[in-house]
């Protein structure tokens, strides 16, 4: 079992950035394409980020290409989203997941372990 943790969320100013962070423990973490999801109020969740197990590949949804970077360090166990120029359109809960698909990208039913999600607010 893969228990993971989120932190760094909060609220900030729009055109600002913040870092996510998720900690893993329970698995071997490099065995696992580790991703990132937001949902915001009323809406369904949606994929924002992957990171492949060596961090050498990373697929981004098209409404945080070249704004949202993901990274990840197997010695420490964590996954990363740096969110740069941040809209009132970011606001939502963040959640990382963890899949051990064999496919790229993972599909979001390919997600066996959910965190339980960071706030993150982005005032105008």
């Known amino acids: 079992q893969v228990q993971l943790v989120e932190s760094g969320g909060g609220l900030v100013q729009a055109g600002t950035s913040l870092r996510l962070s998720c900690a893993a423990s329970?698995?071997?973490?490099?065995?696992?394409?580790m991703g990132w999801f937001r949902q915001a109020p009323g809406k369904e969740r949606e994929f924002v980020a992957v990171?492949?197990?060596?961090?050498?590949?990373?697929y981004y949804a098209d409404s945080v290409k070249a704004r949202f970077t993901i990274s990840r360090d197997n010695a420490k166990n964590t996954v990363d989203l740096q969110m740069n120029s941040l809209t009132p359109e970011d606001t939502a809960v963040y959640f990382c997941?963890?899949?051990?698909?064999?496919?790229?990208?993972?599909?979001?039913?390919?997600?066996?372990?959910w965190g339980q999600g960071t706030q993150v607010t982005v005032s105008s």
């Open positions: 997941a963890a899949s051990r698909s064999g496919g790229w990208p993972p599909r979001t039913y390919d997600y066996g372990y």
């Open positions: 329970g698995g071997i973490f490099s065995l696992y394409l």
């Open positions: 990171i492949g197990r060596s961090g050498g590949s990373t």
